[in-house]
């Protein structure tokens, strides 16, 4: 019996593996509904074309959005905007009133309550991002014993590589050396050996910095359950040390957690390589069964994908009225799908309820990370059904089939007829599907962009050393609904390729900017001359599409690859990152380790720090001196990229370029 039955009271299906709890469309207030306020609303909320025209359908049938609910949320709580309440125990909740000198009831400051809870966000992106790392490495061991037969080695290059890295010997058979790697990788989450294999990717002085500072993380799960007992009221109280430790957590996360994410993922479905696929909600189609893959795990949707393409579907979609199944990505699930399989990707993170709101979808899967948990009630607005998948992430109101490894398959194709059996129950006059998906070049993973320029990076240096190509900059991240959706992903990308800035870009960055049409290789027509010469002799576009959020970690990579060829730290690079439009916990992971690996980021949304002057200047100015890199808070694109090209320039200068 699951928890939800045992709690009762809700009307639950008689299916136990379809059990659902039923759950009310929510209406917007009629005010918002007033149709002359729409496209005023609709302005201020996005910018891309298609989202605009199913937000308007949206706002005028008054189906709530994560707008509305923000609106209703105004004014948010000064306290907690600024980092300065604390729930950590029974004694409080505690607030930092007046000035700062105040203390909560056990005494804590201003500048230990607000660096808790940053290490606490630091720890719960860490945690999602290796957790969603441990299961691909599962499914690789599962895979290598044969217990999960459909799942296969879908790169034997790299997993040949991988093992060569792990000290995993390469001679015995191929699922041998799988397994044999998948429970190295599975041990390092909680290694006493004191440090991680694909650390040791980072260049010489990097890591000799990182050792003399303690920095270097020495196990994944570890530094996250430390940080978590740092946490607890009386166990430390220098913010330094505590926001130390929001580094060396962080730093398991992209050079462990995240990076086995990555590489795991890449030995089971392939490493991605360059292709051509489609964005934004006109990837539906109205003569097709429409399924969205929702989430950041690829376990799950390869296997969907798999399902969507056996002839006894097509059939049962035929013989419900449809041409065939169309798949369509979303957020990172959709980011995996698109760089492998060329699956177009219909939004990010904004645009989830808006693929619903299409009318025109029969089903969304959900893995887990940046699901609204209120979709299913976005759902029952329509003739969708929402299916959960994993026992981490379950919704009310969601339909729950449990997957695993073992069964990803059975339960997927189950997923596929449930959606090909509700295509009847579609209401043509409800549907709206934009008519403008835009195309785009995708897939730079760095073995792909290493093939493209002759099997080395080299020619990338080059370029950057010589100067037609000043720097590179990784945009990634979120969307935010306090930020004008794509505004600041796609303003700050224009702004730095038009100062010969290559762009490389992860998650829902990636898909604004491909939306925008800047992963086209004509959009080496908005690039500054020489960037856009190098694009247009090489055929690619400005701005480079390279996954997902865990595949953060090849952007780390690339910095890594390139240091190592120039001979010096990652800091020394003329690079940077930014998270314009971020949201997640996970992000502040990704900011904090690429601060870590010394990449200095540009957020655009300021963090739950406004009530600690010192840890202020901890992050924007003092870390600078330990790991050489730091953060900018700086909420206008166009001012974040003239920091971003002065930082670059600087950069340069430095290396006597
Ligand atoms: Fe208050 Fe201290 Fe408890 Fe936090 S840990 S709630 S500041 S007593
Ligand atoms: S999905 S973590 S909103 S990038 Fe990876 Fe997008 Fe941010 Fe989720």
Redesign the pocket.
Known sequence: MTIARMAGGDEVSEDPELEIITVECIRTPPEHMSPDKVPAKVEERAMDPSVKEVLSKTMLEGVETVWDRLEKQQPHCKFCESGLSCQRCAMGPCRIMGETKSRGVCGATADLIVSRNLLDQISTGAAAHSDHGREVAETLLLAARGEAPMYGIGDKDKLMTLAKEYGVGTDGPIEKVAEDLALAMLEEYGTIKGELAMARRMPKGTIEMLEELGLMPRSIDREIVEAMHMVHMGVGADYRNILSQGVRASLGDGWGGSMIGTEASDILFGTPQIRNSRVNLGVLKHDHVNISLHG?NPVLSEMVVKAAELPEMKQRAEAAGAKGINLVGL??TG?ELLMRKGVPQAG??LSQELVITTGALEVMIVDY??IFPSLPNTAACFHTKVITTSPKARIPGGHYLEVNPENAFEQAKKMVAIAVDNYPNRVPERVLIPNRPVDAVVGFSVEALRAALGGTLKPLLDLILEGKIRGAVGI????NPKIKQDYGHITLAKELIRRNIIIVE????A?ACAEAGLMQPDAADLAGKSLGNVCRSLGIPPVLHMG??VDNTRILVLAAELANLAGVRMDQLPVAGAAPE???P??VSIGSYFVGSGISVALGVMPKISGSPNVIKMLTEDLEKAVKAKFWVEPDPKKAAAILFDHIETKRADLGL
């Open positions: 950041h957020c990172c980011n990010n993170h990370q940046c990634v991240g979120c969307n992860t998650g829902c960055a898909i997902s959020c971020w949201y997640s996970k992000a």
